[in-house]
């Protein structure tokens, strides 16, 4: 059962479609295993695959499943393309199925170990393939690669993604970037982003055959960027040993902030809620260790800093989702920067706004209608644990 299940998902890669991203070389498993098709050892082999475009596991299911998403993550190749690339195949294409639209829909997968084409005849070719490039895992190992999924309308037409730690995360890979407000080149430009800027995609749109990401970040959170310009990064990972501080309820959330990782972790109790980049504090103002509780929520607040207590001079009005955990120390929305994945900051904790907004609404003190709330007996804030 399981041979002719994983031989009938494979033959479905033969109809796919979509665009894919260039990775970078980090150490965890959406990187490693980017480009495989995983079958999960310890759940009756449910198999998975993990798309080059955004290191995201996609659930094959049954075949009819895996045909429906399959055609979405996959890349359109022109004969005349093809050809160019058949014996030289480019990094950018590893792991990725190869559709031929202008040849009977001829499919072939590119290795992502030594980039070799493998022609998809049949299942029965398929599944051979299968077995031999396929790859095992456990059902922990499998949870640290984060999901997504494709959403599709009855008639098996895409509508949206959607991806677990809401958004996936991605680099810009050439400088001059323009940001627009929609995603059309004649619209407005907000700003412009350089190599040493990470993005948070939101969604993906198509206008007039270009692929457009909606972001959120620092400085730009609802606006676009023509995606030939962001390429996907290995994907944020929470804690492989997870230390629960002593003051946490079966039903509360709070934060787990890997300093060395530049990696927050919003739980439920033990449960994974959401993973995502920050920016924490550099060198001379180092983010502080130890277990913290949020005393005092603000929807927006001024902050300024000089030395020698900060390394310049700063005066930051309405700082958005800024949550205080020890003295001026806070986890907050970020809008003057999108070097996420750095050490960066006078010592807070920088969070996309998006992220900071969906931290400060599920997390404690409670605002109700206020616009600011100290924590109490009665209505505590949530746990901080900073460590590295």
């Known amino acids: 059962m399981k041979s002719l299940k994983c031989g009938l998902i494979i033959s479905f890669l033969a109809f796919c479609v979509a665009t894919p991203a260039l990775a970078f070389p980090e150490d965890n498993l959406s990187f490693r295993l980017n480009g495989k098709i995983l079958l999960d050892v310890e759940n009756k082999g449910e198999a998975w695959y993990v798309y080059p475009g955004d290191f995201h596991r996609y659930y094959l299911g049954t075949p009819d499943d895996a045909y429906q998403i399959m055609r979405n993550l996959s890349l359109g190749i022109s004969n005349d393309n093809f050809s160019k690339i058949e014996t030289d195949v480019p990094d950018r294409f590893r792991g990725l199925i190869l559709l031929k639209p202008e040849d009977a829909g001829r499919a072939y997968y590119v290795s992502p170990v030594d980039k070799s084409l493998s022609y998809l005849a049949s299942a029965e070719s398929a599944f051979a393939l299968m077995r031999g490039s396929s790859l095992g895992i456990t059902s922990d190992d499998l949870k640290t690669i984060p999901v997504g999924k494709v959403m599709l309308d009855d008639t098996g037409k895409e509508i949206s993604r959607q991806w677990q730690y809401l958004g996936w995360w991605g680099k810009i890979n050439r400088n001059y970037v323009p940001v627009m407000f929609e995603p059309r080149v004649d619209s407005k430009r907000l700003g412009t982003f350089f190599t040493n800027n990470n993005v948070k995609v939101l969604g993906v749109k198509k206008v007039g055959g270009t692929f457009w990401y909606q972001i959120d970040g620092g400085a730009y959170p609802g606006a676009y960027i023509n995606s030939v310009f962001v390429s996907a990064m290995a994907q944020p990972t929470p804690p492989k040993d997870l230390t629960i501080p002593a003051d946490v309820k079966t039903d509360d959330y709070w934060v787990d902030v890997d300093i060395s990782k530049k990696i927050l972790t919003l ?92 931290i400060f609404d599920l997390t404690g ?24």
């Not at 970020?334 to 998006?354: K, M, P």
């Not at 003190?365 to 590295?388: C, E, I, Q």
């Open 267 to 358: 739980y439920k109790f033990d449960q994974v809620v959401m993973a995502t980049y920050i920016a924490v504090g550099n060198r001379e103002t180092p983010t502080i260790l130890g277990n913290y509780n949020v005393w005092l929520k603000v929807k927006k607040t001024r902050m300024r800093g000089a030395p020698p207590l900060a390394t310049h001079v700063y005066d930051l009005p309405d700082v958005p989702w800024t949550m205080f955990y020890q003295g001026s120390y806070s986890v907050h929305g970020t809008y003057w920067h999108d070097e996420f994945g750095s050490s960066r900051s006078a010592g807070c904790t920088n969070v996309t706004q998006g992220d900071a907004k969906f």
């Open 365 to 388: 003190p409670d605002m109700g209608n206020l616009d600011s709330v100290r924590s109490t007996a009665d209505n505590p804030g949530m746990a901080v644990y900073n460590h590295y």
